[in-house]
């Protein structure tokens, strides 16, 4: 006899069932501000920041309730330096509680252009401030008006222990849509941020009847519950050139707040008053998002606009990378950290970070502040930087005979690099150079400025590595009568590759000897591309310019020339004009280097166009990879809601063993055409 078993399980959720509680809104006056852009710090000082303060504590002294909400510490020190009475009046709203101290940062800054390391001192220097000056500190990162938000963002956000974030800016087109009011938004690490990703434009309108108003109500009342409470995050204010918002929506929230008979609860208050709330809540059943947020057209062009700012930036950055690793580096050998001059460094050039100028799209007068800011913020990283290595090789062994350089590998990786020094004449006569273990190498000689004397040479260093390397003169040997690599007009060579010009000017050829292989698919061409926006030509491009072939292409006649003929490096200069403009190229190949340098000088002329490099390689791939710094972007081929795609230092396609990348010192702005073509 058999006896049949039936088993019935129950699955219990592990989320707490909590009671329904009333609705909360939580309102954030605030005035938007873009430091510079169809103005200049000068405008700034003497308008905007003045009328910011008079205007506010206008408004608290005719209405009790209200509270402010002001970002930038940079402008709390522009305020302090230029209008220090009003300044302590500020200070005083903000012990009082009325004013708040917003979005933790220096600046409200671009996130996609500058390294996830400048997004974190933003928010170290910001907070810095505001509680050296106020004894607060700010816990959202605040920015309403960025161009785009890279994937990596909840995981900065995370690490620089604030939480939460606020944006209305996917609200102008966002290629993925707006995934939530609020909700989690979670990054590459797993790392998650409370974020509200639709509070309305900050310079919102608030309806009169705000106590029962049906669409407000039905929005509240529609979004998920965090422990039985729905929640609401919006903006309200003014925009973009300061002041304080509107007496009327001022007057509408106030009456809202006097209400009794409101159906759900409202604060006016801090912009991160609910990200502090939410502290220790069950947040399961808010909505999740992760990825990139990137705009369809907003975000596209302002990856290139005025590359210049981007040129300096992209220079500042890496300065800042090693004048930091070098005064750590020394200070362990007890020399002391120039604390002071780093802050000051990071500041001037945080403070260029702001999201017009880093996005290119402010006025001529604006970005020249920016590049006079950039250029005092390089001299003080290099200041620092040349300090620190002057004090390390104070503690190196230089007895070698000859001349010592101190070469430092700030990286983590092992590098073999073909490296440059210049010297004046006077320095005396070399050949060669000692590395640390003793191994020796030739110099190559190269074209130098009028009473130098410029060399090349290779050197190998370990991750985190210094040497000291000596330069001297090997008897009965000429730079002269040393093995050269092969370069003419048409033809470039190393040891690893052999690149072929055609008579255009155009690479046609790219052979890895070691593969014994082509690496092109068709030549390197240069595009010029139609870009004819609608609207706001300095920030978007659209699909409907994308789609199109380029309308022309640079070509020749190309006047052609060697530039370097030794040992390590072979190089030629190539010149074309197109469309009005001018372009110098030089094409170097160096020993031991799989990579293809290309060096760009360009004067450029031309209106209503987009100029790109366009690489083939022999292989194609539906999707490539795109370097953001903390993370690396997957992404398809270009389409109607991708068509221009940021990146920082690289991207790179791959399939069937094969790969290809293109690396860069300073363009952002990327696509592909198709899977077999990258640009």
């Known amino acids: ?116 390391e400048s997004v974190l001192r933003q928010v170290l220097y910001g907070n810095l401030f505001f509680e050296e000056e ?158 990139e947020k990137l705009l369809v057209e907003h975000s596209a062009g302002t990856l290139s606009s005025n590359s210049q700012i981007k040129v300096q930036n992209r220079q500042a950055e890496n300065l800042a990378y090693q004048a930091e690793f070098l005064a750590s580096f020394a200070s362990i050998f007890s020399h002391p950290y120039p604390k002071a001059k780093l802050r000051r460094a990071w500041e001037t050039l945080l403070a260029v970070q702001m999201h017009d100028i880093m996005g290119g799209t402010a006025w001529p007068k604006a970005n020249s502040h920016a590049l006079n800011d950039l250029a005092i913020a390089k001299n003080l990283f290099r200041s620092s930087l040349e300090a620190s290595a002057a004090a390390l090789a104070g503690d190196m062994d230089s007895s070698s005979p000859g001349l010592p350089l101190l070469l430092v590998n700030t ?29 020796e190498r030739p110099l190559q000689r190269i074209h130098a400025a009028k009473g130098f004397q410029d060399f090349l040479f290779g050197a190998n260093l370990s991750g985190t590595e210094a040497g000291i390397f000596t330069l001297f003169a090997k008897k009965g040997e000429e730079l002269e009568t040393l093995e050269t690599l092969p370069v003419s007009e048409a033809v470039i060579e190393s040891d690893l590759l052999k690149v072929s010009i055609g008579m255009s000017g155009d690479i046609i050829s790219i052979w890895n000897k070691e593969l014994n292989r082509e690496e092109l698919k068709e030549p390197l061409r240069y595009e010029f591309l139609n870009e004819y926006p609608t609207k706001y030509p300095a920030w978007n491009m659209t699909w409907k310019d994308r789609k199109r072939p380029p309308r022309s292409y640079l070509g020749g006649p190309a006047k052609i020339q060697i530039v370097d003929r030794g040992f390590w490096r072979s190089s030629i200069r190539i010149e074309r004009k197109g469309e009005g403009s001018t372009f110098i190229q030089t094409i170097s190949l160096n020993r031991g280097r799989p990579v293809v ?78 899977e077999g073509k990258m640009r």
Not at 2 to 13: A, N
Not at 76 to 103: C, F, M, N, T
Not at 604 to 629: E, V
Request: contains cysteine; aromatic residues 12%; charged residues 25%.
């Open 411 to 439: 990286s983590e990786a092992d590098h073999q690099e073909v490296l440059s020094v210049s010297l004046p004449i006077e320095a005396g006569r070399f050949t060669h150079v000692r590395a640390p273990n003793g191994d």
């Open 597 to 674: 340098d290309i060096i760009e000088d360009i004067d450029w002329r031309t209106r209503d166009s987009s100029f790109k490099a366009a690489l083939s390689p022999m292989f194609s791939s539906k999707t490539a990879f795109y370097d953001m710094g903390l993370a690396v972007e997957e992404r398809p081929a270009n389409h109607p809601k991708l068509f221009e795609m940021p990146q920082h230092e690289w991207m790179a396609m791959q399939s069937s063993g094969r790969g290809m990348g293109l690396i860069n010192s300073c363009c952002y702005g990327t696509d592909r055409p198709s």
């Open 1 to 116: 006899m058999f006896k049949r078993l039936l088993l019935i399980t129950f699955t219990l959720s592990s989320v707490p069932c909590f009671a329904e509680k009333k609705p909360k809104l939580y309102l954030t006056p605030y005035s938007h501000l873009d430091t510079q852009w169809l103005w200049t710090y000068e405008d700034t000082i003497q308008k905007y920041l003045k009328n910011t303060v008079d205007d506010n504590l206008k408004l608290m002294n005719e209405f009790p309730e209200y509270q402010f909400n002001f970002t930038g510490a940079f402008r709390y020190k522009l305020i302090k330096d230029y209008w220090p009475a009003r300044y302590q009046l500020v200070k005083q709203k903000i012990q009082e509680g009325r004013w708040h101290v917003s979005g933790s940062t220096w600046e409200e800054s671009d996130v996609l252009i500058p390294d996830p």
């Open 134 to 291: 106020f004894g607060k500190t700010s816990v959202d990162l605040m920015l309403p008006d960025s161009f785009g938000f890279p994937s990596s963002l909840p995981t900065v956000v995370k690490h620089a222990g604030l939480k939460g974030f606020s944006s209305q800016k996917l609200t102008w087109g966002a290629a993925n849509g707006v995934p939530f009011n609020v909700g989690l938004w979670s990054g590459p690490d797993g790392s998650e941020v409370f974020a509200a990703l639709n509070p309305g434009p900050y310079d919102s309108p608030v309806p009169k009847d705000l106590a029962t108003h049906k669409e407000w109500l039905d929005r509240l009342n529609s979004n998920p519950r965090v422990e039985g409470q729905a929640l609401d995050f919006r903006y309200f204010g003014i925009g973009d050139s300061g002041g304080a918002p509107r007496r009327e929506d001022v007057e509408n929230v106030v009456k809202a707040l006097r209400n009794p008979g409101r159906s759900y609860d409202l604060a006016m208050g801090s912009s991160d008053q609910m990200f502090r709330d939410a502290e220790g809540k069950d947040l399961r059943l808010l909505p999740r998002t992760s990825g």
